[in-house]
């Protein structure tokens, strides 16, 4: 059998994974990245692995198979890197419709056989001395299969094995045009070179709409530069400071996690409306204060606690908040890979979609996600979000 010639666009976590997997099942795999490695969403993510608030049952099912994928990796590899922490996940709610909603996604959870456990405040307090749980709180929830991935080792990690599979990444390389034929696909780039081959994978994040417009195709997005809370999210990168939590935390107004070096990372959804990429907010801007503020509530300590710096965090959506992955076009030369949540499903998702464009077998956890449904359409076709800041809508 020939060796297939396969060109992936983006060097995020998605692309990154489809281009390691194809790679290694023996394609000749060239990445084209407009920026360097990371430039996208993957470096302005809060990294939570989980299936935690994940609907309808084919997305839940997907995404709690990633994680386990996830796990495989982590303790398959070979080298020093150790990008994924198994810390499990914390989880109250303080208000009556919150609690309710809580209780009710622990009772969806539990039906499915997503491992959650009840927790005692003071079980949690033996746990992570420095946490208060309010007198609001309603019952505190553990999701011991959670985790927490580290996405600049996990990249790293990813383009080493590029290079043990023989894989090419080329960096500063700016796909312009995309065509193909029956027998062949083409890539030019804004540097004059071309590249021609068998297929092409688009793994641009957000960008995605832009590269299936270069063929031509209307991709439903919701627009990444929309400064709302359904686009846009802050993240709040603190200097280090006095706690021993590990785990990820979901608490009411304020989702902390661990980010080395006793770092925490704070993401506070209510306030996402404001965020605006255009507009960034400073540390000490009303955003910067109200997460400083949440922080001494939620834990002692925190008196001298910093923030460093606040991030706007782009989505890459499709305009139902499912993933699209599948061929684009009758002649199945050019493959499409975007989805929200690509911190959680990146690794599985990368394997499957390698299999489908190599051995043109699709797999029945795709089935819900091929993305005829977003083309020829806009994010007006579909309905407007209503759960998306409830707060495990990751
Ligand atoms: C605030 C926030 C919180 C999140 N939290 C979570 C979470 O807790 N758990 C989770 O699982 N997911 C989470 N996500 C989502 C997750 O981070 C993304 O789904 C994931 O990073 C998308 O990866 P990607 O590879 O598709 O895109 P990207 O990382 O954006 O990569 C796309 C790459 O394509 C390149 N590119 C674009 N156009 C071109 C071109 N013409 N030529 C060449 N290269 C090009 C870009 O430079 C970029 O490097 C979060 C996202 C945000 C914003």
């Given at each position: 059998?020939?060796?297939?010639?396969?060109?992936v666009?983006?060097?995020?976590?998605?692309?990154l994974?489809v281009a390691r997997?194809l790679?290694?099942?023996?394609?000749?795999v060239?990445v084209?990245?407009?920026?360097?490695?990371?430039?996208?969403?993957?470096?302005?993510?809060?990294?939570?692995?989980?299936?935690?608030?994940?609907?309808?049952?084919?997305?839940?099912?997907?995404?709690?198979?990633?994680?386990?994928?996830?796990?495989?990796?982590?303790?398959?590899?070979?080298?020093?890197?150790?990008?994924?922490?198994?810390?499990?996940?914390?989880?109250?709610?303080?208000?009556?419709?919150?609690?309710?909603?809580?209780?009710?996604?622990?009772?969806?959870?539990?039906?499915?056989?997503?491992?959650?456990?009840?927790?005692?405040?003071?079980?949690?307090?033996?746990?992570?001395?420095?946490?208060?749980?309010?007198?609001?709180?309603?019952?505190?929830?553990?999701?011991?299969?959670?985790?927490?991935?580290?996405?600049?080792?996990?990249?790293?990690?990813?383009?080493?094995?590029?290079?043990?599979?023989?894989a090419?990444?080329?960096?500063?390389?700016?796909?312009?045009?995309?065509?193909?034929?029956?027998?062949?696909?083409?890539?030019?780039?804004?540097?004059?070179?071309?590249?021609?081959?068998?297929?092409?994978?688009?793994?641009?994040?957000?960008?995605?709409?832009?590269?299936?417009?270069?063929?031509?195709?209307?991709?439903?997005?919701?627009?990444?530069?929309?400064?709302?809370?359904?686009?846009?999210?802050?993240?709040?990168?603190?200097?280090?400071?006095?706690?021993?939590?590990?785990?990820?935390?979901?608490?009411?107004?304020?989702?902390?996690?661990?980010?080395?070096?006793?770092?925490?990372?704070?993401?506070?959804?209510?306030?996402?409306?404001?965020?605006?990429?255009?507009?960034?907010?400073?540390?000490?801007?009303?955003?910067?204060?109200?997460?400083?503020?949440?922080?001494?509530?939620?834990?002692?300590?925190?008196?001298?606690?910093?923030?460093?710096?606040?991030?706007?965090?782009?989505?890459?959506?499709?305009?139902?908040?499912?993933?699209?992955?599948?061929?684009?076009?009758?002649?199945?030369?050019?493959?499409?890979?975007?989805?929200?949540?690509?911190?959680?499903?990146?690794?599985?998702?990368?394997?499957?979609?390698?299999?489908?464009?190599?051995?043109?077998?699709?797999?029945?956890?795709?089935?819900?996600?091929?993305?005829?449904?977003?083309?020829?359409?806009?994010?007006?076709?579909?309905?407007?979000?209503?759960?998306?800041?409830?707060?495990?809508?990751?």
């Amino acid at each position: 059998m020939s060796v297939k010639k396969i060109a992936v666009i983006g060097a995020g976590v998605l692309g990154l994974s489809v281009a390691r997997s194809l790679a290694q099942q023996g394609a000749k795999v060239t990445v084209f990245e407009r920026s360097h490695v990371g430039a996208g969403t993957s470096s302005t993510t809060f990294a939570w692995i989980n299936s935690n608030g994940k609907t309808p049952e084919s997305y839940h099912h997907l995404n709690a198979l990633a994680i386990d994928e996830h796990i495989r990796l982590q303790q398959e590899r070979t080298t020093e890197g150790h990008w994924l922490k198994a810390t499990g996940t914390y989880e109250w709610a303080a208000g009556a419709p919150e609690q309710k909603r809580l209780q009710d996604r622990v009772s969806r959870l539990l039906e499915l056989n997503y491992p959650v456990q009840n927790l005692s405040a003071d079980e949690l307090k033996r746990k992570v001395p420095e946490i208060r749980v309010g007198s609001h709180a309603g019952d505190i929830w553990y999701f011991p299969g959670e985790c927490l991935l580290v996405p600049s080792v996990f990249m790293a990690w990813l383009v080493s094995e590029l290079h043990v599979h023989n894989a090419e990444l080329k960096t500063q390389s700016e796909v312009t045009e995309l065509t193909e034929e029956k027998n062949r696909a083409e890539i030019s780039l804004a540097n004059g070179e071309r590249w021609q081959g068998d297929s092409i994978v688009i793994a641009a994040g957000r960008w995605s709409a832009e590269l299936a417009s270069l063929l031509g195709q209307q991709l439903a997005m919701i627009d990444p530069n929309q400064p709302n809370k359904i686009a846009c999210g802050f993240l709040g990168y603190t200097r280090p400071v006095l706690t021993q939590l590990q785990a990820n935390l979901i608490t009411p107004g304020l989702n902390v996690r661990p980010e080395g070096g006793g770092r925490l990372l704070l993401q506070c959804p209510d306030l996402d409306s404001f965020a605006n990429p255009a507009n960034p907010a400073p540390v000490d801007s009303y955003i910067g204060e109200e997460m400083h503020k949440r922080l001494r509530k939620l834990f002692n300590n925190m008196e001298m606690a910093q923030l460093e710096r606040i991030a706007v965090g782009q989505r890459s959506r499709p305009a139902d908040g499912l993933p699209g992955l599948g061929y684009i076009s009758g002649k199945r030369r050019i493959y499409l890979m975007v989805t929200h949540s690509g911190m959680t499903l990146g690794p599985l998702i990368g394997r499957l979609c390698a299999e489908e464009i190599l051995h043109d077998k699709r797999s029945s956890l795709l089935s819900d996600f091929s993305p005829e449904r977003l083309l020829g359409k806009t994010a007006k076709d579909f309905p407007a979000f209503t759960t998306l800041h409830f707060p495990a809508a990751q």
